[in-house]
C-alpha cells in the first residue's frame, strides 16, 4: 500500500441514480437520492523512488441526511489508508490540551518590632522579607516598615519626614541610636569575652549566643580564627565542669560544631531531672494546743 496523505477540505457533488464508476480499479455503487463527497485528488510519495504521483479522487458516498463535515488533524489523517473516515470526537480528543499555569504570590509578612530584642536582628529579618516579596522600592520599604514598628520603636518616627528622599536609611539610623550600643563592636567584644552559660541555659542557646555576639565582634575574621575563639570560649564558658573535663579529653582535636555536639550528647546522658524537695507543715489540733500551754503554765509555776 501506498502511504497517501489525506486532505481535509471536502466538496460535495451530486450524483445521478445508481451508476457504477471504475476509479482506479475501484467500483462505487451509489444509490440515488444521495450525496456523494469526492475530495481532490491525492498527492502520494513513493518512498523508494522519492517521485511524487498524483491518485485520482475516490468518491466516498454517504447519505444526504447524515452528512457531517469534520476536519481531521494533519497528524491523525496522515496516518490514516485512504478511504477511512475520521470521526470528529476522536480527532478533538487526540488534540493535546493546554491548561493555564496561575502563579499566585503570598506576601511575607513582617514581624512587628517594639524595642525590646536586638534591632539588628529585626533590620536582617526585615531585609530578607523584601527580598521575598521583592520589594525593590526604597519609598515602599520605608512605609512597609514603619508599619512593623510598635510600641517604644514607633516613637522614633516622629522625627522622621516622609518625604525625604533617604528616608529609609533615617529610620534605620533613628532605631540605630535608640536601641543600638554606642559601640557596638566594642560591646559585643566585652560581651564575648565574659560569656558564660546561664542557670537554665541550653547547651545549643549557650552556642548560638556566642556565634551571634562573635558575628557583631570581629566581622572580618577568618574561619580559622572562628572556629578557634569560638570553641576555647565555649569549653571555657560551660556551667557543668565535668563536662568541662570530658571535652577536654574526647574532643581536644575536634571543630567547634563536633564539640557541641559531643557536650549535647553528654548533657543528653548525664543530667537527670532533680525532683523538688517538699517541706510539709503540720498545724496541731486547738485542743492539743491549749493543753501543751497549760502544762507550760503548771511547770513554770
Known sequence: MVPTAAVTDQRTATVNPPVSMSLVDITAFVAAPSMAIVPPPLVAAQPSTGTISVLPSVAMVTPASSVIPSTAPASIASSLPVGTSVSSSSASSSQPSYQPLVVVNTFQLVRPYNGFTSWTSFRDHFRRVAKVNRWDDDNTKAQLL???????????????????????????????????????????????????QLDAEFVVEFEQALRNLYRVAWPKATSEQKEAALKT???????????????????????????????????????????RKSVR????????AENHNSRITTSSL
Not at 255 to 271: G, L, M, P, S
Request: aromatic share 6%; proline share 4%.
Open 233 to 275: 570560649r565555649f569549653e571555657e564558658g560551660l556551667l557543668n565542669h565535668n563536662m568541662q573535663q570530658y571535652l577536654t579529653l574526647h574532643a581536644l582535636g575536634d571543630t567547634f560544631a563536633n564539640t557541641v555536639h559531643k557536650a549535647r550528647r553528654f548533657a543528653a546522658t548525664t543530667e537527670v531531672p532533680t525532683s
Open 281 to 288: 507543715i503540720s498545724t496541731p489540733p486547738a485542743h492539743e
Open 146 to 196: 514603619m508599619l512593623a514598628l510598635e510600641g517604644n520603636a514607633a516613637e522614633v518616627l516622629k522625627e522622621i519626614s516622609d518625604s525625604s528622599p533617604t528616608v529609609l536609611q533615617d529610620i534605620w539610623d533613628a532605631l540605630c541610636r535608640r536601641f543600638g550600643e554606642v559601640d557596638e563592636t566594642r560591646e559585643a567584644m566585652r560581651k564575648f569575652e565574659q560569656r558564660q
